[in-house]
């Protein structure tokens, strides 16, 4: 084969097939879904503000994804809802805000798609960033101490230091949560994709 | 709906007359019959057919000497 | 002979200008040539200290966990770009343009702005490095530098894409070598990606999902239009020349190269299987991994033939044994890839640390190892020097082959049964996480083999570059040695 021609062509011409495919026709079928309103006016999804949106960046930041998927499975295919890992599938309409979509390759630990509905205790959330296993035994996520103050306790213990299990106790000392973990729990508790769409035939 | 599969279906139509379109050419202008001339364009006198090019150092049990000039 | 420490200077310019046109050709590739690799090699034990930590962090998780700087979530991505875009993409553009002048019978050229290409290159991924590790990073798998550094890349590789091109149009061999249809594939494909890559997720050119869609539609088309072409490349140009035989079917080459080209460009949904997307999208993915048995089937045929008979030479060319590991992993790193886009098998294994030992079988014991072997073949021919020690190579090739294996059985092993139980609601998710942990162990134990063979090539690469290996003789070879005779009486 010596006709450069050819090779300009070809190889051009394979890229661009798959950009059409692959990006552009998504985008023109799925780039117009619109949030779902009730008759209260509330979105789903809505998009994020204040201290869960502070909350999404610093999931990206301490790189969650590379162990934590957010997409539910449709029923039948792997046991992601018969885990409680959803109520029902995730579909392209409940990542309408996200830029990026953190859907996540990994499940080192478990999906997250809707893991405020799972967990809804602010306290369970810091204590498992602060110390894993403190809540899961066995659990081989990395402690995050650096998302914390620690303080000896003076006369009042602060209002958000964290209740630890008794046999986690730290006699002497307070573990406050900072601004980053806050928002991070903030974001965690805001993942609930139960809202009902049209999609999803239940 | 209908786009997205006028649009697949198109495109597979227009690369495979493309791709048959370049094979009667290939045919026509006689790529098929230089093959084996590509595949010997990366010897020559220097680096021959039948001379390995390649050696563990110090180990002195195979492989090419070039026939070049030695300085 | 021996020569001392020196830097190569104008007197060994002389000496390879004295022997012929690919010494001149050589000679006009050893400053940047010689700095894509020293470069990657430095990249290389960046990675490779990164590799360790975030292995080591899986089965120890308090280790080092005291700063975000270095939490899981952030050493693991820098791993990741380090090796992608520091030892990988460095190594293969070294490797390109030297294949490339060597098959156009042309000098390179834009030499100022490739040594200035190489320099920015290495900020650009030192910055973006220390910004995913003091938490700037994006979110986006395989893109995670921030940003604005994609800019200085786009930058560096249009200087890469201008010097192979124009190599390419002032080509003094009338012949288009089967290499160079991959090498001229590779340097279109990708920049094309990483500009519209970037554009469309950072510049939200695409919204929702669809960024997801254009992630993968990147980050596959990464390892199948930019990693594998620069490997096969090597592989044809590589096998042919250390052993001194022809490809066996040319024919075979034109067809493995075009239907790589079509297929492997749709194969990239196959990462989100049973995600938030279309089902025909997935299905395309899904149908454009399977047609990928074709053009590799094509290609192991062809190498195979090529070498069959002759494996015995493994033992006397470091090259070969590196390409030939290499080139036999991508046939099966491929089958694999085909077999897991299939959604039965995909169930299983998506999400799993089946899926890494799968990717590390693909960027590692294919593109590395293949890399490793050019970079034997190439680095005396710019230098003018024998590599330092035989015994050392060999250290290099059994620790990462060695390593390598065990990597990849062990995670392959475990990743599966993972999977399995995961998709057991029965089994309660921390057992599962227990159970995984020997196999994450024997990941690092694995890691420490390769980490030797790197340290062994990493002393090479720094005699060889360095200026304290033996100088060469011939024009492009090692002294007394006897021609090796092949049956059939060529010689």
């Not at chain 1, 809540?135 to 990395?142: D, L, N, R």
């Not at chain 2, 290939?26 to 364009?41: H, L, N, T």
């Not at chain 2, 001379?51 to 070049?68: H, I, K, L, Y």
């Not at chain 3, 030892?87 to 702005?113: N, Y």
Request: hydrophobic share 50%.
């Amino acid at each position: 084969m010596n006709r450069a021609v050819f090779l300009y062509v070809g190889v051009l011409a394979v890229v661009l097939a798959s950009f059409s495919g692959l990006v552009s026709l998504p985008q023109l079928q799925l780039g117009t879904i619109q949030p779902l309103v009730d008759a209260n006016g509330n979105q789903y999804p809505a998009p994020p503000t204040g201290l869960v949106a502070e909350g999404r960046s610093v999931y990206i930041s301490l790189g969650c994804i590379y162990c934590h998927s957010q997409q539910v499975r449709p029923p039948g295919f792997g046991a992601d809802i018969e885990r409680g890992w959803g109520t029902r599938r995730t579909v392209a309409r409940d990542h309408i805000w996200d830029a990026p979509p953190l859907l996540g390759t990994m499940r080192t630990g478990p999906d997250l798609a809707n893991i405020g509905v799972r967990q809804p205790s602010d306290n369970w959330h810091l204590l498992h960033l602060y110390n894993p296993v403190m809540t899961s035994p066995g659990s081989i996520m990395p402690p995050m101490p650096f998302l914390f103050d620690e303080r000896p306790v003076e006369v009042q213990v602060p209002y958000d230091a964290l209740a630890f299990p008794p046999e986690w106790s730290t006699p002497g000392r307070v573990v406050i949560p900072t601004r980053r973990a806050k928002a991070l729990v903030a974001y965690l508790k805001s993942m609930d994709k139960s809202h009902p769409v049209p999609e999803v035939v239940p | 709906m209908t786009l997205i599969y006028l649009f697949i279906f198109g495109s597979v139509v227009i690369a495979g007359l493309t791709a048959v379109y370049g094979l009667v050419w290939a045919v026509r202008d006689g790529q098929m019959r230089r093959f084996s001339a590509g595949a010997m364009s990366i010897f020559d006198d220097e680096e021959p057919v039948g001379r390995m090019t390649d050696a563990f150092p110090g180990e002195g049990n195979a492989s090419g000497v070039g026939v070049g000039r030695e300085p | 002979m021996s020569s001392t420490g020196a830097a190569v200077s104008g007197t060994d310019r002389a000496v390879l200008e004295r022997v012929g046109w690919r010494g001149d050709v050589d000679g006009s590739c050893q400053v940047p040539v010689g700095l894509f690799f020293v470069s990657a090699i430095a990249w290389l034990m960046v990675g490779t200290v990164l590799a360790l930590l975030a292995s080591l962090k899986m089965h120890v998780p308090g280790f080092l966990d005291g700063t975000d700087w270095l939490t899981f979530g952030r050493v693991r991505p820098a791993h990741l770009n380090t090796m992608i875009y520091g030892w990988g993409s460095m190594a293969g553009v070294g490797v390109m343009l030297w294949l490339e002048a060597r098959l156009c019978r042309v000098r390179l050229p834009l030499q100022l702005l490739l040594v200035v290409g190489v320099v920015l290159w290495n900020v650009g991924v030192a910055g973006g490095t220390i910004g995913i590790l003091t938490g700037a990073q994006t979110g986006v798998e395989w893109l995670e530098f921030p940003y604005p550094w994609s800019f200085l890349f786009a930058g560096v590789f249009a200087v890469v894409m201008a010097a192979s091109l124009m190599m390419f149009s002032g080509r003094r061999e009338g012949h288009i070598y089967v290499s160079q249809w991959y090498l001229f594939g590779a340097v279109l494909w990708f920049p094309f990606l990483y500009v519209m890559a970037n554009a469309l997720i950072h510049g939200n050119l695409a919204t929702g999902v669809v960024q997801a869609s254009a992630n993968w539609w990147f980050a596959h088309n990464v390892l199948g239009l930019w990693f594998t072409p620069i490997g096969l490349a090597a592989v044809y140009y590589l096998l042919p020349k250390v052993l001194g035989r022809p490809i066996h079917s040319y024919y075979l080459s034109l067809l493995g190269f075009w239907t790589l080209a079509l297929f492997y460009n749709w194969a990239g949904t196959h990462h989100l299987i049973g995600g938030p997307l279309p089902a025909w999208l997935i299905t395309v993915g899904v149908v454009g991994s399977l047609m990928m048995f074709i053009p590799v089937t094509t290609v192991a045929i062809n190498h195979h033939l090529t070498t069959v008979g002759h494996f015995s030479r493994l033992r006397v060319s470091p090259t070969l044994r590196f390409v030939v590991f290499g080139a036999m992993s991508y046939t099966v790193v491929s089958f694999q890839g085909s077999l897991q886009s299939l959604r039965s098998v995909n169930e299983v294994n998506h999400f799993t640390h089946y899926t890494i030992a799968h990717a590390h079988l693909g960027v590692y014991s294919f593109f590395t190892m293949v890399m490793f072997g050019a970079i034997y073949y190439i680095a005396p021919r710019l230098t003018g020097r024998e590599w330092a020690s035989a015994r050392l190579i060999k250290v290099h090739f059994w620790g990462t082959a060695t390593g390598m294996a065990i990597y990849w059985i062990g995670l392959t092993w475990g990743g599966w049964i993972q999977g399995l139980k995961m998709d057991d609601p029965d089994v309660p998710f921390l057992d599962i996480v227990r159970y995984t942990v020997p196999f994450l162990a024997s990941r690092t134990a694995a890691g420490v083999l390769m980490t030797i063979g790197h340290i062994a090539f990493a002393v090479l690469a720094w005699k060889m570059f360095a200026g304290s290996g033996v100088r060469l003789v011939g024009p492009t070879l090692f002294t007394s040695r006897r021609p090796a005779a092949i049956p059939g009486g060529e010689v």
